[in-house]
């Protein structure tokens, strides 16, 4: 039953798309609109608006306020009804170098929101050659297993055969219906291991793989890791973010630390009162204009909880940094071992497979001759097969690992290069943000009717 349930599901995936797909289009696919990235945009546009946030504490405020009160006293001195509104404007001149601090600290997660968005953008690059790589692995083992299963078919009704005239014995016989029942076995496998690497690419694609073209070229390489780990070093964005977010931490102390200093400012008002009993009060206008100051004696032990909290925050991104400096370098020299490790292992099957032809053709010949037995046939062929898939592993490994590389380098992106997508540019978003920093009512649309804002536009023919 499950034998039947893969393959069902391996020819209906096959058959849907008709039209070949390159590499190139399921990248433009994927930077598109994989949801992972487009909520990573998103959060880069959280961090825009710190800015005109922390920089709102330097701008003026202007309110407006009124009241009614009715008396219900009898007395003579009633007032009677009294009808008040004011208009207030305050305008703060020394913060203690509160809102410096803050707007500092916003530009600093802009940065870091940047370099994790760029992080996250050359994963998803890796994780689509991944899984574009791994669709034509499968693939070709699940032929390679097809073709070991009809090679078998044919030894095993050769053997009956031979079993019926007296040229071979039932071990034989046997032999060759156990060998051929594992390379069923394998073949179910195989295809059960396409049918997941199909849904990781629709997962990351958006759309399930149609005929898929061959791998391209690799785009150039760093000639060592030496070369690697120095642009790792300088360019990972990942590390990058981590430094950004340091910085943005070291302004938060200072912010926190400015709550302990005076404060002034500068405060307009304009009120109006109206007495429905004139024999008391007097109707009319007040304005008035002064400075207000302050500054905090004793705030229960809150301010100086805060500058710890904020300084346990920088102190957490300081062990970050290491730790990404960590990762980064552990990252290349995995994926230069991978890749030295691929290449030499495709040189090593490609001996292999040619070997092990000639060999399975050797033994086969000497099989119908008496010099051999059934045994040593089906070890032959097992021995190609392996060889063969060993190739194509190898190939696929290679390929992963020269993108894992040039992630870690801060250069899968170069993948997008001719992809057919718009870049998206994070720096639009912010310019508009700076354009609407006065403006009280700049809403931006509902985001449910607005997710094109996290998506990059397509140019190609995949749309």
Same mark, same amino acid.
């Given at each position: 039953?499950?034998?039947?349930?893969?393959?069902a599901?391996?020819?209906?995936?096959?058959?849907?798309?008709? %039209?070949?797909?390159?590499?190139?289009?399921? &990248?433009?696919?994927?930077?598109?609109?994989?949801p992972?990235?487009?909520?990573?945009?998103?959060?880069?546009?959280?961090?825009?608006?710190?800015?005109?946030?922390?920089?709102?504490?330097?701008? !003026?405020?202007?309110?407006?306020?009124?009241?009614?009160?009715?008396?219900?006293?009898? %007395?003579?001195?009633?007032?009677?009804?009294?009808?008040?509104?004011?208009?207030?404007?305050?305008?703060?001149?020394? $913060?203690?170098?509160?809102?410096?601090?803050g /707007?500092?600290?916003? @530009?600093?997660?802009?940065?870091?929101s940047?370099? %994790?968005?760029?992080?996250?953008?050359?994963?998803?690059i890796?994780?689509? /050659?991944?899984?574009?790589?791994?669709?034509?692995?499968?693939?070709?083992?699940?032929?390679? =297993?097809?073709?070991?299963?009809?090679?078998?078919?044919?030894?095993l009704?050769?053997?009956?055969?031979?079993? $019926?005239?007296?040229?071979?014995?039932?071990?034989?016989?046997?032999?060759?219906?156990?060998?051929?029942?594992?390379?069923?076995?394998?073949?179910i496998?195989?295809?059960?291991?396409?049918v997941?690497?199909?849904?990781?690419? @629709?997962?990351?694609?958006?759309?399930?793989?149609?005929?898929?073209?061959?791998?391209?070229?690799? !785009?150039?390489? !760093?000639?060592?890791?030496?070369?690697?780990q120095?642009?790792?070093?300088?360019? =990972?964005?990942?590390?990058?973010?981590?430094?950004?977010s340091?910085?943005?931490?070291?302004?938060d102390?200072?912010?926190?630390?400015?709550g302990?200093?005076?404060?002034?400012?500068?405060?307009a008002?304009?009120?109006?009162? $109206?007495y429905?009993?004139?024999?008391?009060?007097?109707?009319?206008?007040?304005?008035?204009i002064?400075?207000?100051?302050? *500054?905090?004696?004793?705030?229960?032990?809150?301010?100086?909880?805060?500058?710890?909290?904020?300084?346990?925050?920088?102190?957490?991104? *300081?062990?970050? &940094?290491?730790?990404? $400096?960590?990762?980064?370098?552990?990252?290349?020299?995995? %994926?230069?071992?991978?890749?030295?490790?691929?290449?030499a292992?495709?040189?090593?099957a490609?001996?292999?497979?040619?070997?092990?032809?000639?060999?399975?053709e050797?033994?086969?010949?000497?099989? *119908?001759?008496?010099s051999?037995?059934?045994?040593?046939?089906?070890?032959?062929?097992?021995?190609?097969?392996?060889?063969?898939?060993?190739?194509?592993?190898?190939?696929?490994?290679?390929?992963?690992a020269?993108?894992?590389?040039?992630?870690?380098?801060?250069?899968?992106? &170069?993948?997008?290069?001719?992809?057919?997508?718009?870049?998206?540019?994070?720096?639009?978003?912010?310019?508009?943000?700076?354009?609407?920093?006065?403006?009280?009512?700049?809403?931006?649309?509902? !985001?449910?009717?607005?997710?094109?804002?996290?998506?990059?536009?397509? *140019?190609?023919?995949?749309?």
């Amino acid at each position: 039953m499950r034998r039947h349930f893969l393959t069902a599901v391996l020819l209906a995936s096959v058959a849907a798309p008709v %039209s070949a797909e390159s590499l190139n289009e399921a &990248i433009a696919l994927a930077y598109s609109n994989n949801p992972a990235v487009a909520a990573a945009r998103a959060r880069v546009r959280q961090a825009d608006e710190g800015v005109p946030i922390a920089a709102s504490g330097a701008r !003026p405020t202007l309110g407006l306020s009124g009241s009614f009160n009715q008396s219900l006293s009898d %007395s003579f001195a009633d007032l009677g009804q009294i009808w008040t509104g004011g208009l207030t404007l305050n305008q703060a001149i020394w $913060e203690g170098g509160r809102v410096r601090a803050g /707007v500092s600290g916003a @530009q600093a997660r802009i940065v870091a929101s940047r370099l %994790s968005l760029a992080a996250q953008e050359q994963a998803l690059i890796t994780d689509t /050659v991944t899984a574009y790589a791994d669709v034509l692995r499968t693939q070709e083992i699940v032929k390679l =297993n097809q073709n070991q299963v009809r090679v078998l078919e044919q030894e095993l009704r050769a053997s009956r055969d031979r079993f $019926e005239v007296g040229d071979v014995t039932r071990t034989d016989v046997a032999q060759s219906e156990a060998r051929l029942a594992a390379s069923q076995a394998n073949l179910i496998a195989a295809r059960g291991n396409a049918v997941y690497a199909r849904q990781a690419y @629709q997962r990351l694609v958006g759309r399930a793989p149609g005929q898929l073209e061959p791998l391209p070229p690799l !785009p150039p390489l !760093p000639e060592s890791e030496a070369q690697a780990q120095s642009r790792a070093a300088d360019l =990972n964005p990942s590390l990058g973010a981590a430094k950004a977010s340091e910085k943005a931490a070291g302004e938060d102390v200072r912010a926190a630390k400015a709550g302990r200093l005076p404060s002034v400012g500068v405060q307009a008002s304009a009120n109006y009162t $109206e007495y429905s009993n004139n024999r008391i009060g007097s109707s009319g206008f007040d304005p008035r204009i002064g400075i207000t100051a302050g *500054m905090p004696l004793f705030s229960g032990g809150l301010i100086a909880a805060q500058v710890r909290q904020a300084q346990a925050r920088q102190s957490e991104a *300081m062990e970050n &940094i290491s730790l990404a $400096e960590r990762q980064v370098t552990e990252g290349v020299a995995n %994926s230069w071992a991978l890749l030295e490790t691929a290449e030499a292992t495709i040189q090593a099957a490609k001996s292999q497979t040619s070997a092990n032809t000639l060999a399975a053709e050797g033994v086969r010949q000497e099989n *119908m001759v008496g010099s051999r037995d059934i045994l040593d046939v089906l070890n032959a062929e097992q021995e190609l097969l392996n060889s063969r898939v060993q190739l194509v592993q190898a190939e696929r490994d290679r390929y992963v690992a020269a993108y894992q590389l040039l992630e870690s380098v801060g250069a899968a992106d &170069i993948a997008l290069e001719g992809a057919g997508v718009a870049r998206y540019d994070p720096v639009t978003n912010a310019e508009r943000v700076r354009g609407k920093g006065w403006s009280e009512f700049g809403y931006d649309p509902d !985001p449910a009717t607005d997710r094109a804002r996290n998506t990059a536009p397509l *140019m190609g023919p995949q749309q």
